[in-house]
């Protein structure tokens, strides 16, 4: 079984691509639809996830 999936390990080890970053945003995006226990629509879901974990500063500035 190694020898079949040599070539893919030697590259998992020589380059330094992983997918954590995915795997951290759908945790993230799981914790918000089990937090908002369902949404009506898809929008109210997609504003949801781009409200918490979009990156967007929100916050009001003070001058």
């Known amino acids: ?10 590259n998992a080890l020589i380059s330094n691509f992983n997918n954590a970053m995915a795997e951290r945003l759908n945790g993230k ?25 979009g990156g967007l500063d929100l916050y009001p500035q003070k001058w």
């Open 1 to 10: 079984m190694f020898l079949n999936h040599a070539t893919g390990v030697v």
């Open 29 to 53: 995006i799981q914790e918000v639809k089990l937090i908002g226990r369902g949404y009506r629509t898809f929008e109210n879901f997609r504003s949801a996830i781009l409200f918490f974990h």
